[in-house]
């Protein structure tokens, strides 16, 4: 993950409503450059809150998640979050350069006026050496945690029609771009998360009888 520089003065946080937290980094910064944070605050997910709510108690902070998803998916987020009649409702939301448009997209058709600040972005590797990567082409599942990474991996192996392994997704974002790229033998559990992250590489691991 390499973060991105951002210029402070243009976040003038008391414009916002709502904070959507899916980068716990930039959030953390913000928090400590900022003596008053009035806005409410989102989650993507329930791995997010759980991971939020550990910070904000080592950190001494109290701060509440005034809402979280039902199913952590962009489309599910876009749907759920609350909107307070005709009122003017403006959103901060922090994100990787390279997440969809899906979120704030969808935001701006219910009414909301979304900032995007893109604040990291992932890299794939030039090179791996070519006796690390026979041995993981040669792994019965592949566990994969973003649609970057699934990018990353087909960029990666020379004949992705040839490849038969199984993949096993942390979500359903991750599994149709998984799909979209060709892959086959895609495991995902409905609600995303590392729990059910877990069960998928199990379930693709009982495939190959390695369970």
């Known amino acids: 993950m390499v973060p991105l520089a951002y210029s402070s003065t243009v976040l003038l946080f008391s414009a916002f409503n709502s904070l959507l937290i899916a980068?716990?980094?930039?959030?953390?910064?913000?928090v400590t450059s900022y003596v008053t944070v009035s806005f409410s605050i989102g989650v993507a997910g329930a791995g997010?809150?759980?991971?939020?709510?550990?910070?904000?108690?080592?950190?001494?902070l109290s701060l509440d998640i005034a809402f979280a998803p039902s199913k952590s998916t962009?489309?599910?987020?876009?749907?759920e979050l609350p909107k307070d009649g005709d009122k003017r409702c403006t959103v901060l939301y922090p994100a990787s350069a390279k997440?969809?448009?899906?979120?704030?997209?969808?935001?701006?058709s219910r009414g909301f006026e979304v900032m995007r600040l893109n604040t990291y972005t992932t890299v794939p590797v030039d090179r791996v050496d070519q006796m690390l990567l026979q041995?993981?082409?040669?792994?019965?599942?592949?566990?994969?945690?973003?649609?970057?990474?699934i990018r990353a991996w087909v960029n990666l192996i020379s004949e992705v029609d040839q490849w038969r392994n199984s993949v096993a997704c942390i979500g359903e974002t991750t599994?149709?771009?998984?799909?979209?790229?060709?892959?086959?033998?895609?495991?995902?559990?409905?609600?995303?998360g590392l729990e059910g992250w877990i069960d998928s590489i199990l379930e693709a691991l009982r495939l190959h009888d390695y369970v």
């Open 23 to 30: 980068c716990l980094d930039f959030f953390m910064k913000m």
């Open 74 to 79: 962009g489309k599910v987020l876009v749907s």
């Open 99 to 108: 997440a969809s448009n899906e979120i704030e997209e969808g935001l701006s």
């Open 135 to 149: 041995k993981a082409l040669s792994a019965p599942v592949l566990a994969a945690a973003s649609p970057s990474a």
């Open 175 to 192: 599994a149709s771009a998984t799909k979209r790229l060709g892959l086959k033998n895609v495991y995902y559990q409905t609600q995303p």
């Open 48 to 60: 997010t809150a759980r991971i939020f709510l550990d910070v904000m108690r080592s950190s001494k």
